[in-house]
């Protein structure tokens, strides 16, 4: 079957760097999104990866290792407007889109 | 660019009624449109994918004579929840993309959060 990976929740610090994995089990692979979602909100594009690396956008950067069924969200200078779910998203060889459940980060002062 | 809006962003009605939801696509064509379901601290659950003049292909345990969608032009997409009860009370939200799979990134409209009483 599908599957994807994500840890349920997460805590950091105002100002500090935080690593959010994501593991996929997919048939086949045509892409990763991250996403983000604040409570009540609908969800916003942060990212897609389609081949190996490191992806930087500001302070977000998304990485991805396809050999690994692997990738994962890095946000830097963590800000409180930070604090929402991240979502990884993986497309199959069907084109179809497999969602994760979704890791909420809360951010303390 | 690449605007989704969604009409309600709020409803409450009572058990045994209809609901009808809008989804416009505003400053693009969207061949293909998507409704999504989302129950508190959950994932989003893909109900249905829509192109633009076709029938809606409808995800396994999806009921499709309960979740009524017409995709009429490329920029207008409408759920209709019918005889709802309050098991469907949910976030429901829709997203458009400008080609014809998800393969090309979806763009979320702003949700839709339905009650019923």
């Given amino acids: ?109 | 660019g690449a605007v989704v809006s969604q009409h309600p962003s709020r409803v409450i009605c009572k058990s045994g009624t209809s609901v009808k939801i809008e989804c416009r696509s505003l400053d693009f064509q969207a061949t293909t449109m998507f409704w999504y379901r989302q129950f508190p601290k959950q994932s989003l659950m893909l109900m249905a994918t829509s192109n633009e003049g076709s029938k809606a292909t409808y995800e396994q345990g999806v009921e499709k004579d309960k979740f009524l969608i017409n995709h009429a032009s490329l920029t207008l997409s409408t759920l209709t929840v019918t005889s709802a009860h309050p098991e469907d009370s949910s976030f429901y939200i829709c997203s458009a993309t400008q080609g014809e799979s998800s393969y090309n990134e979806q763009f979320f409209g702003p949700g839709t959060r339905l009650t019923v009483l």
């Avoid at chain 1, 998304?62 to 969200?73: A, D, T």
């Avoid at chain 1, 800000?79 to 980060?105: E, H, R």
């Fill in chain 1, 1 to 109: 079957g599908q599957n994807i990976d994500q840890p349920t929740e997460m805590t950091a610090t105002e100002g500090a760097i935080v690593q959010i994995n994501c593991t996929y089990q997919t048939s086949g692979f045509n892409g990763l999104f991250w996403y983000q979602q604040h409570a009540g909100e609908a969800p916003t594009f942060l990212s897609y990866n389609v081949l190996d690396g490191l992806e930087e956008k500001g302070r977000f950067s998304s990485f991805l290792s396809r050999s690994k069924g692997y990738s994962y969200l890095l946000l830097k200078e963590l800000q409180m407007k930070d604090s929402a779910s991240y979502l990884c998203a993986v497309i199959d060889s069907n084109y179809q889109l497999i969602w994760g459940a979704g890791t909420k980060l809360i951010i303390k002062p």
